[in-house]
């Protein structure tokens, strides 16, 4: 049985920087929300993630895969070992920010469904303005 709201699953390969980035985005809504939980699933990278992994030790859960099990691998991986309700997969330079991550709690507890669609918007760095 699912006891928690919502697993963010956090796919990753090779990209410790971005990975950073994005925890340092989505860890703090661990403290805000009891229902919530962030794993990220490390597909054998060789960069230095698992600096990272230390660093958020205390406040998420990590598996890393004694091989590379290719995107839909980890993907898998990562459902087979949530405990929430619904997952939510994430990117690992995906920007989520805690208002989003509040409303999805709050559409998930609120109501009677089966699946949320999340539409998205892509931004990069050239694009934005000051």
Known sequence: MKN???????????????????????????????????????????????????????????????????LLGNLKRLYEISNGKFIWFVGDDDYVSIEAVASVIKIIDENDIDHIFLNHEIVSSGSLTQ
């Open 4 to 70: 928690l709201s919502l697993s963010i699953c956090i796919p990753t390969y090779n990209r410790k920087n971005r990975l950073e980035q994005t925890l340092d985005v989505l860890v703090p809504a661990l403290s805000k929300f009891q229902t919530l939980e962030i794993i990220v699933s490390d597909n054998c990278s060789v960069d230095g993630t698992d600096q990272i992994r230390e660093k958020y030790a205390d406040s998420l859960r990590w598996n890393t895969n004694s091989k590379n099990l290719g």
